[in-house]
């Protein structure tokens, strides 16, 4: 895949995006299930390392250029991650404050209402790349518990699934 292919993909994906993790489906849909150039498995460790690290919930779309064109895709990843917010700006600039206006705000929850949607549509898919087992299944449930508690923060949760996936993986190899 050219870079400039990529570079469009990811930017199409991050500008359908509201908080990062909401271009998932739409990265999924163009480079896993159409164009075939990643796998489910890729994605999810992508989104997981970016997850792991500070910065912009968005950050797994470099992790996904890497993995496909290298750091030339990385690179890709990082400008598409970073036009929008570029763009928003301008935007931003041109509307002055007329984003308090009801049907302003209607649009905006509605938007957000279908990202949670098609996010939700596309966790199952990759979900049953990563969950083959018991140990997976239930490292998965006590992260979901953690995480819809509020109680602990992400980072913990997934470096806790790690290392204990890691002393699974070694305990019974």
Avoid at 62 to 75: F, L, M, R, T, V
Avoid at 80 to 90: D, F, K, Y
Wanted: glycine share 8%; proline share 5%.
């Amino acid at each position: 895949m050219n870079i400039l292919t990529l570079y469009l993909l990811l930017l199409k994906a991050t500008l359908t995006s509201f908080s990062g993790g909401t271009s998932l489906p739409s990265v999924r849909q163009d480079l896993v299930v159409q164009r075939r150039v990643i796998t489910d498995a890729q994605l999810s460790t992508a989104v997981a390392i970016s997850r792991m690290g500070p910065g912009p919930n968005g950050s797994f779309i470099i992790c996904i250029g890497q993995y496909i064109a290298g750091p030339p895709g990385a690179a890709a990843g990082y400008l598409a991650m970073i036009t929008p917010a570029w763009l928003a700006i301008i935007l931003l600039r041109l509307l002055q404050g007329r984003t308090g206006h009801p049907r302003a705000q209607s649009a905006i929850q509605g938007l957000t209402a279908a990202a949670a949607g098609l996010m939700l549509a596309n966790s199952w898919p990759i979900a049953q790349s990563a969950i083959t087992s018991w140990f997976p299944a239930m490292l998965t449930a006590l992260a979901l518990v953690a995480f819809l508690s509020r109680k602990v923060e992400t980072v913990w949760v997934l470096a806790s699934s790690g290392l204990l996936a890691m002393l699974y993986s070694v305990l019974h190899a």
